[in-house]
């Protein structure tokens, strides 16, 4: 699945135009039904569009990640555990000493997410804007918190282990509202039948009974797959580095067509009783000038 993903976005970037996009950007928002802020449906309509022509029914790798443990992200209790594992007075202490060191000095984010708890650092795949970033756009600031999301989540999994926990979490909130949503929508945009053999029941309960060590280890993610693979899929693709779905949102924000037609967007735009288009227009500005890269908030 993710050699075709590589092919796909490879093929989306050399043979679609901006002038296509911008024209195609609003026929996806629209098969979407309701907004899912997530850039990878982008190319994965041109790659269900493509895919079309050539059969009918197509089968997808969406949960492997989430049962059998392939984000990297997963693998952070490994690194934390040194910390984790140290009495709350001390791991209190520590995070005092990562409030005191300098922004961007080595080591000052391990030992400030180490002293936090998993409920407090781990809110999934979604984390596009911080609380400070998301007053500043949203008109009478945030309203709640993404905890008021997770906690319940979380009361659930009281007990398991860490990487249980996060990927129940994922489960529950990437999985099926962005992942799924995206993949159906946008082959069915294209009479395209996706089918997700990894969602089986007899899959997930097997990856359900998965121990932390069949999952995680320090060199690698889905370590229980890729081992049960290995007389099937080549060793080069086994073992590859994670690649994911990266679209260049970055580069198309910054100048060109997507460029004017996003200015376009927030100039028409009736939504200024909910948004402040101004501040909108002023992280279009920074990321244009290079100031700070807001491409994934502006998207959002």
Same mark, same amino acid.
């Given at each position: ?7 796909? =976005?490879?093929?989306? =970037?050399?043979?679609?135009? *901006? ?5 195609? @950007?609003?026929?996806? =928002?629209?098969? @979407? ?15 269900? +569009? ?23 992200? $997963? ?28 922004? %961007?000095?080595? %080591? ?5 997410? %180490? ?6 650092? $781990? $809110? ?10 998301? &007053? ?10 993404? +905890? ?5 989540? $979380? ?35 294209? /009479? ?7 969602? !089986? ?22 370590? &229980? ?15 590859? &580095? ?14 060109? *067509?997507?460029? *004017? ?5 927030? !100039?028409? /735009?009736?939504?200024? !009783? ?20 807001? /491409? ?5």
């Amino acid at each position: 699945a993710e050699s075709a993903a590589a092919i796909g =976005v490879q093929h989306f =970037v050399k043979t679609v135009s *901006e002038q296509e996009l911008c024209e195609t @950007l609003p026929l996806i =928002v629209w098969y @979407l039904d309701d907004p899912v802020a997530d850039p990878a449906l982008v190319p994965l309509y041109f790659v269900a +569009r493509e895919a079309r022509k050539h059969v009918k029914v197509v089968l997808s790798g969406e949960g492997a990640d989430e049962l059998f443990g392939g984000y990297n992200i $997963y693998r952070e209790p490994l690194s934390l555990r040194p910390i984790t594992m140290l009495p709350n007075p001390l791991r209190k202490g520590l995070a005092a000493v990562s409030r005191a060191l300098p922004q %961007g000095m080595r %080591g000052k984010s391990l030992l400030e997410r %180490g002293s936090m708890d998993l409920e407090q650092r $781990y $809110y999934g795949n979604a984390r596009n804007f911080r609380p400070e970033q998301v &007053a500043k756009v949203l008109r009478g600031g945030s309203e709640g918190t993404i +905890r008021e999301v997770t906690d319940p989540i $979380y009361q659930v999994s009281q007990g398991w282990d860490p990487v249980a926990r996060m990927q129940h979490i994922d489960l529950f909130t990437w999985l099926r509202g962005d992942i799924l949503v995206k993949a159906d929508k946008m082959t069915m945009a294209n /009479s395209l039948e996706l089918r997700v053999p990894f969602l !089986d029941p007899e899959v997930f309960a097997v990856a359900s009974r998965l121990p932390f060590d069949q999952k995680i280890t320090r060199t690698t993610t889905k370590y &229980a797959l890729r081992r049960a693979l290995e007389p099937i899929v080549p060793a080069h693709v086994l073992h590859r &580095a994670k690649l994911g779905f990266p679209v260049p949102i970055r580069h198309w924000l910054r100048a060109g *067509e997507l460029l *004017e037609w996003a200015h376009h967007m927030v !100039d028409t /735009s009736q939504a200024g !009783d909910l948004v402040d288009l101004a501040g909108v227009r002023r992280m279009l500005d920074e990321h244009r000038e290079g100031v700070i890269d807001h /491409s994934r908030r502006l998207w959002t």
